[in-house]
């Protein structure tokens, strides 16, 4: 299955295993990606843990 990275435009090859919410990275900008739909393949941007500082 391959789908597109939503921020350089590669095309990325999704595992035949590969299930809603599984987080992958782009093989050509590194960008951390999660996979929202199995069928049709479909990714975004993996949203960004914040810092808390102990809050």
Same mark, same amino acid.
């Given at each position: 299955? *391959?789908? %597109?990275?939503?921020? =350089?435009?590669?095309?990325?090859? #999704?595992?035949? /295993? +590969? &299930?809603?919410? !599984? #987080?992958?990275? =782009?093989? /050509? =900008?590194? @960008? !951390?990606? %999660? &996979?929202? @739909? &199995?069928?049709?393949? *479909?990714?975004? %941007? +993996?949203?960004? !843990?914040?810092? /808390?500082?102990? %809050?």
């Amino acid at each position: 299955m *391959k789908t %597109e990275c939503p921020v =350089c435009s590669a095309q990325i090859e #999704l595992a035949k /295993d +590969a &299930v809603q919410g !599984e #987080l992958i990275e =782009c093989s /050509d =900008c590194g @960008t !951390e990606l %999660e &996979v929202v @739909t &199995v069928n049709p393949p *479909k990714v975004q %941007e +993996a949203p960004q !843990e914040e810092e /808390d500082w102990g %809050e």
